[in-house]
């Protein structure tokens, strides 16, 4: 796991390092710390990383800046902030989690074991997923993505509207942002369980879902038990 850790008191960062270390251990295969906004950004051109842990302010500028443009990216943020009346802000566009300061060891040890949750702890979910174009941030609500489709490394994200947009998280890495009402369907769907209308028997082991919109996805066999348990 590569890790970038961005906070302006060089020795908070190094006690935050250390904690990471004596948690991850062996699943580690860089961690680096940069102190200021400008630098963490030029590290993040260059490098590529799976988990970002940000402050908030930092030398007295706002980390939240630099959020909006990270959470479009693929890897998961983790804020660690005293800044807490941000938290729902800061969750609801798409942050993986929210640490307050003062942190702890098992504060960053749950946070680290929900990049294998199958959902978003509840009132910790997105509302928003922000899309990098170009230079420009689009944020899209989630309630107007009909569903997601995978795309190798990226996810497509299917609009109310008919428009395609590409997203630069994986399927598994949306899983754990989502609230519980989405469900992965097939290993290449995701879909809202309210938008779904009904399940089609389609013969020889296959099923399809019909969403209210009228698009039809496929079902993976294995998923039938899990969808009917939640009455669809």
């Known amino acids: 796991m590569r890790i970038l850790i961005v906070e302006d008191e060089r020795p908070t960062a ?16 860089s961690i680096h710390i940069e102190v ?18 940000l402050d908030l302010n930092l030398n007295s500028k706002d980390g939240f800046q630099l959020l909006k443009q990270v959470v479009s990216q693929s890897f998961h943020t983790i804020v660690i902030s005293a800044n807490i009346n941000r938290a729902i802000e800061a969750f609801e566009y798409g942050v993986l989690d929210f640490i ?11 946070a680290f074991q929900r990049l294998k949750s199958s959902h978003a702890l509840d009132g910790h979910s ?3 997923l922000s899309v990098k174009k170009g230079f420009e941030i689009k ?5 107007e993505i009909k569903y997601f489709k995978s795309a190798n490394i990226y996810t ?28 992965r369907i097939h290993k290449s769907f995701i ?36 969808l009917k348990s939640i009455g669809i």
Do not use: H, W
Request: net charge neutral.
């Open 139 to 143: 944020v899209i609500p989630l309630e």
């Open 14 to 29: 190094e006690d935050i390092k250390f904690l990471v270390e004596e948690i991850l251990q062996k699943e580690i295969t």
């Open 156 to 183: 497509e994200l299917y609009l109310k509207n008919d428009q395609t947009i590409i997203y630069d998280k994986s399927i598994k890495q949306i899983i754990p942002l989502l609230p519980s009402n989405y469900y």
């Open 36 to 53: 200021t906004l400008d630098s963490a950004l030029i590290y993040l051109k260059e490098k590529p990383i799976d988990v970002l842990l």
């Open 191 to 226: 879909v809202d369980r309210n938008n779904v209308e009904s399940i089609q028997i389609l013969g020889g082991g296959k099923y399809r879902a019909i969403l209210k919109s009228g698009d039809c996805l496929p079902v993976s066999r294995n998923k039938i038990n899990m």
């Open 100 to 110: 307050p300061k003062p942190y702890n060891i098992e504060r960053l040890k749950a």
């Open 126 to 128: 997105i509302k928003y």
